[in-house]
């Protein structure tokens, strides 16, 4: 069986999720100081360098995969691009005056993040879903193996025979039970 587990791929994302609110909302503050800009800037590195991340796992799940590569590499590009997006929107590193309008436009215009966010978003659902749908691959190929040993067990001729495919059923059900607990188990950790 393949040996990745893509499930807890996207568990590193929810507080970069989180933190996209704060790009979105942060013109509502009446002042723009030079710590406020620093600060989201830091979130805009925090969000791409998760995606980073996340994207890589995605690609591996991909080249281990090949009947979903395409659709994976596609939807984990789209991710990668919209993590350098928002880490563009929030680059400050250049602004020499705080307080120039004209380099703060990316600040007073919410659309080009709120469609990065969006592409973000969308991208990371897509990968997420195609990572489930191996994994459901693999939890019914690990029953069906489960359920060909116990035909096996049923037919044991000898106490030896039956403790070697006991033996063999114990460690399927081990297998079973981890792809299962693991895809139980992603929404709460």
Do not use: Y
Not at 24 to 32: A, F, G, L
Not at 108 to 130: E, F, Q, Y
């Amino acid at each position: 069986g393949c040996e990745v587990r893509p499930v807890p791929v996207g568990w590193n994302m929810i507080p970069p999720f989180n933190r996209i609110t704060t790009l979105i909302n942060h013109k509502d503050k009446p002042k723009r100081s030079e710590k406020t800009l620093r600060a989201i800037q830091r979130v805009g590195q925090a969000v791409n360098l998760a995606v980073g991340r996340f994207v890589t796992v995605g690609e591996a799940i991909a080249n281990e995969n090949e009947e979903l590569k395409e659709e994976m590499s596609i939807a984990c590009n789209e991710a990668r691009r919209a993590g350098d997006n928002i880490a563009q929107l929030t680059d400050v590193a250049s602004l020499d005056q705080p307080e120039s309008d004209e380099r703060l436009t990316i600040f007073t215009d919410k659309t080009g993040m709120v469609k990065a966010a969006r592409l973000l978003l969308s991208s990371v659902t897509k990968v997420l879903v195609l990572a489930d749908r191996i994994v459901i691959k693999q939890i019914i190929t690990s029953r069906n193996k489960v359920l060909a040993t116990m035909e096996q067990l049923e037919k044991v001729s000898s106490f030896q025979e039956f403790v070697q495919i006991f033996s063999q059923f114990g460690n399927e059900m081990v297998e079973f039970a981890h792809l299962t607990g693991d895809r139980q188990n992603v929404g709460t950790k």
